[in-house]
C-alpha cells in the first residue's frame, strides 16, 4: 500500500497534508540480523515497515523476551525512548532484510509545528498503541496457552513459517515445548 493511503487511512489527514508528512519520511534498508534499535540507545527516529519483519525484544538475565514481532504496515519505535529521550529498553532486530521509511525527531518537530492535525494524529497513534497493549495483557490474563496461539495465528499466519518458534513462544507467554505440543496438536487436528 502507498505510504500516503496508509497515513490517510489510519490518521486520517487531510489530503493537502498528506505529502508534507510523507517528504519527512526517508528509506532505510535493513539487513537481515541488523538492528534498528539497541537496548540503552536513545531513540532518535520512527520508522514504518513497508517489507520484512522486525522483531522488538528485551534482555531479562538470561534470556530474550520477545514483545512483538512488526510485519509491513506497523510502525517501529521504542516510544517512550523517542517521546521523552531517555535510553531505550527495546532491542529491535530485522528479521529478514526490511525497508522502512523513517521520522527523526528534528523532522517530526517540523511536522508538529507545520501540520495543524499532527496533534490529533499523535493522540490516535498513541491511543492504538495502548489499545493494541491493553488486548495483549487481556489475552495473556483471561486466554489459555491455545487461545493466544489461535488468536495470533487468526491475526498474522505468517509470521508462524517466517519466524523461529522461539520468538513466537516468547511472545506468546508460553515455553517453546508449550508452542511445538500446540502446533502438532492443531496440525493434527486438520487432517
Known amino acids: 500500500m502507498e505510504f500516503e493511503v496508509y497515513l490517510q487511512r489510519y490518521f486520517g489527514f487531510a489530503a493537502q497534508d498528506l ?40 534482555t531479562d538475565g538470561e ?28 532491542n529491535m532486530q530485522a528479521l529478514a532484510d526490511c525497508e522502512l521509511l523513517v ?6 518537530e517540523q511536522i508538529r509545528r507545520a501540520v495543524p492535525g499532527w496533534a490529533e494524529a499523535e493522540k490516535t497513534f498513541i491511543a492504538r498503541c495502548f489499545t493494541v497493549l491493553e488486548e495483549r495483557v487481556v489475552h495473556h490474563l483471561s486466554l489459555s496457552a491455545e487461545q493466544r496461539y489461535d488468536a495470533l495465528f487468526a491475526m498474522a499466519p505468517e509470521l508462524f513459517t517466517q519466524v523461529p518458534l522461539q520468538y513466537l513462544a516468547s511472545m506468546l507467554g508460553m515455553k517453546p515445548e508449550t508452542l511445538s505440543r500446540i502446533r502438532k496438536k492443531q496440525s493434527g487436528s486438520t487432517s
Open 19 to 58: 505529502h508534507a508528512i510523507a517528504a519527512h519520511f526517508a528509506p532505510l534498508t535493513l539487513k537481515k540480523h541488523s538492528f534498528y534499535l539497541r537496548e540503552g540507545e536513545y531513540a532518535h527516529r520512527l520508522g514504518f515497515l513497508r517489507s520484512g519483519m522486525i522483531r522488538e525484544f528485551l
Open 63 to 90: 534470556q530474550e523476551v520477545t514483545k512483538w514481532i512488526a510485519t509491513p504496515g506497523y510502525f517501529v519505535v521504542d516510544l517512550a525512548s523517542f517521546l521523552f529521550d531517555r535510553p531505550a529498553r527495546w
Open 103 to 108: 521520522l527523526d525527531r528534528e523532522a517530526y
